[in-house]
């Protein structure tokens, strides 16, 4: 399936596209996974991300569309993929309908998922990330067997540089601003799931509900 998942931060977008790629086997593409990548590598993109990524700022849409014209025409990509925190500006998704155009390909839908902001506030200050195979862990409600290390490939999991209390709250502050308005673009491009998300499951559901 070609899907775009929508949401605040800590929504739950990842969680979802991995559920996802498990029934389906189009694969997750995640932005923010790309750019920790490149700034963990110090790569030049990684330079060019890492001080807007650090205080919770976008980074630029000619960066960003850079990696995803490349990405998108990968072979993986054929049958379908999981759009993750991208697009997250409306000149990101114009930009993405154009490309899409030219390679002649269409979305099935974009999904909104629609989480209270209470809920996210609390579940990004206790996230934390695998710095290996980047899995999510809550030091709450899903801690890993041993503190810090990474159930799955041993790595390190700690609290994400922009998982500040004050890189959250710009975060948040963002995304009402440059990445909500994509709500309505694809309510008027007819391919808007809003979905109000009591688990990762009832997302799973409605998407299934209506593309199959
Ligand atoms: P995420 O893991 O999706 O929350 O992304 C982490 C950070 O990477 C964001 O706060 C932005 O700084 C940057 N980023 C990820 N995706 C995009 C995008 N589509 N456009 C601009 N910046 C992005």
Do not use: H
């Amino acid at each position: 399936m070609k899907l775009i998942l929508l949401g605040a931060p800590g929504a739950g977008k990842g969680t979802v596209a991995k559920l996802l790629t498990k029934i389906d086997g189009s694969p997750q593409i995640s932005t923010g996974d790309i750019l920790r990548g490149a700034v963990a590598a110090g790569t030049e993109l990684g330079k060019q991300a890492q001080a807007a990524m650090k205080a919770g700022d976008l980074v630029s849409d000619d960066l960003i569309m850079g990696i995803m014209e490349q990405r998108l025409q990968e072979d993986d990509c054929k049958a379908g993929y999981l759009l993750d925190g991208f697009p997250r500006t409306i000149p990101q998704a114009e930009a993405l309908k154009k490309l899409l155009n030219k390679m002649g390909e269409k979305l099935d839908a974009a999904v909104e998922i629609d989480v209270a902001r209470d809920v996210i506030l609390d579940r990004l200050t206790t996230r934390r990330t695998c710095t290996g195979c980047g899995e999510i862990y809550n030091v709450k409600s899903n801690p890993p067997a041993v503190e810090g290390v990474c159930d799955k490939c041993g790595a390190s999991v700690v609290q994400r540089d922009d998982e500040t209390e004050e890189a959250i709250s710009n975060r948040l502050n963002v995304y009402n601003d440059q990445t909500a308005p994509l709500v309505g673009f694809y309510k008027e491009e007819g391919l808007l799931l809003s979905v109000k998300a009591t688990s990762s499951q009832s997302v799973i559901d409605a998407i299934q509900a209506k593309i199959g």
